[in-house]
């Protein structure tokens, strides 16, 4: 399952491309793809081994780590360090558990010696740290989508997708623990996290489930229903169940709401192939075997939505929901419903769309 290396990697810094997105799986300028290809500046003769620090070195509560896209801050880019694809980024399934680093990043784990961790850093690179607590295990990994100057999609009066991710996330944290599970979030502030480490923080943890928490944008189609999608892995049963019984639990609470909503036709829990039949969304791709769904809760770019979702009343419901979905999944043999069986044909998404090009690591030490 997981493709654990014997070996010890030297800490070179290697750059790649984070990935962008803005919600809107009716857009085609609009992907949670991560397929793109490392940019221009992905190669360097300079070899380094520590983290090239953030010209911001804040580290839990930065929105500008990744904002810092300048190339004179681009670190050492080296192959051989971790096993890359043919466009350098790194393959998923290189680590194994995760250190909470002193200044409270996740770092996938991808050796361990006398001295200490090498790690898998923010932006796929690899370090020696000295301190933190591991990590070996979490029941489900919360991925709140975007973040930092990846805002996902904005709502009318000015919802930012990244902010309503995070909020609606950390109550789905604390409604999880509540209830007794362990939970490790792929970020717990305003800061991007490229989607190849939060696949690789998934597989580091080998959780029950990944759960992406997004909103929508990206079609004006009114709607007497709401317009919730959930995005499962395609060959995965118990993704395509948890997606199932997510739509099932957050439709039934939202439809309850007196509003004019947003929705495609073929609303409802579903897969979305790319180009070559795997799954087009990096967080479902990336996390796999592990399963995982993209939860597109609605439409932020609706007026009455972004309201409603404003209301931390109404992102503490949505988090119950999300909660019973889980429960349901783990203790009866509920298949789910909603599911679409022809999707709206959404497109492959051009290559790239809303990435950088440049990757700045945070201090993490
Ligand atoms: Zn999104």
């Known amino acids: 399952m997981r493709v654990r290396r014997g070996v010890r990697w030297v800490g070179i810094a290697f750059l790649f491309v984070m990935s962008?997105?803005?919600?809107?799986t009716s857009s085609v300028a609009l992907s949670d793809d991560d397929d793109a290809p490392a940019s221009s500046t992905t190669s360097s003769t300079t070899t380094s081994t520590?983290?090239?620090?953030?010209?911001?070195?804040?580290?839990?509560?930065?929105?500008?780590t990744s904002t810092t896209t300048t190339t004179t801050t681009a670190p050492a880019t080296v192959d051989g360090d971790l096993l890359r694809d043919e466009e350098g980024v790194p393959l998923n399934g290189q680590?194994?558990?995760?250190?909470?680093?002193?200044?409270?990043?996740?770092?996938?784990?991808?050796?361990?010696?006398?001295?200490?961790w090498t790690v898998w850093t923010p932006c796929g690179r690899t370090a020696d740290l000295t301190g933190g607590r591991v990590v070996e295990y979490a029941d489900f990994v919360i991925d709140p989508g975007h973040g930092g100057n990846e805002t996902g999609a904005v709502g009318p009066g000015g919802l930012r997708e990244a902010d309503l991710n995070l909020e609606?996330?950390?109550?789905l944290r604390d409604t999880l623990v509540g209830a007794g599970y362990s939970v490790i979030m792929t970020r717990q502030t305003d800061v991007r996290v490229p989607i190849v480490t939060r696949g690789e923080i998934?597989?580091?943890?080998?959780?029950?489930?990944?759960?992406?928490?997004?909103?929508?944008?990206?079609?004006?189609a009114w709607s007497d229903e709401p317009g919730t999608e959930m995005f499962h892995q395609i060959e995965s049963a118990e993704s395509k169940r948890?997606?199932?019984?997510?739509?099932?639990?957050?439709?039934?609470?939202?439809?309850?709401?007196?509003?004019?909503?947003?929705?495609?036709?073929?609303?409802?829990?579903?897969?979305?192939?790319?180009?070559?039949g795997g799954d087009y969304y990096g967080v479902l791709r990336r996390p796999g075997p592990v399963t995982s769904v993209l939860a597109e809760y609605g439409y932020i770019s609706n007026q009455a939505e972004e309201?409603?979702?404003?209301?931390?009343?109404?992102?503490?419901?949505l988090a119950d929901a999300t909660l019973r979905a889980v429960r349901r999944l783990l203790t009866t043999s509920d298949p789910g419903s909603g599911f679409t069986t022809?999707?709206?044909?959404?497109?492959?998404g051009p290559s790239g769309a809303g990435r950088t090009d440049n990757c700045v690591d945070p201090k993490l030490q």
């Open 50 to 64: 520590t983290v090239t620090p953030s010209s911001t070195t804040s580290t839990t509560t930065s929105s500008t």
């Open 307 to 317: 309201e409603l979702y404003s209301d931390p009343a109404v992102q503490q419901q």
């Open 95 to 116: 680590t194994d558990g995760v250190l909470i680093t002193p200044t409270g990043w996740i770092a996938p784990i991808v050796d361990t010696s006398a001295d200490g």
């Open 168 to 171: 609606v996330a950390l109550k």
């Open 342 to 348: 022809d999707p709206i044909f959404r497109g492959y």
């Open 20 to 24: 962008a997105a803005a919600c809107g």
């Open 242 to 276: 948890l997606a199932g019984l997510l739509y099932e639990e957050v439709f039934g609470y939202l439809e309850d709401f007196d509003i004019t909503w947003v929705s495609l036709s073929d609303a409802g829990a579903m897969s979305r192939p790319n180009r070559e």
């Open 202 to 220: 998934a597989q580091a943890l080998d959780p029950i489930a990944f759960i992406s928490v997004h909103f929508n944008a990206g079609t004006d």
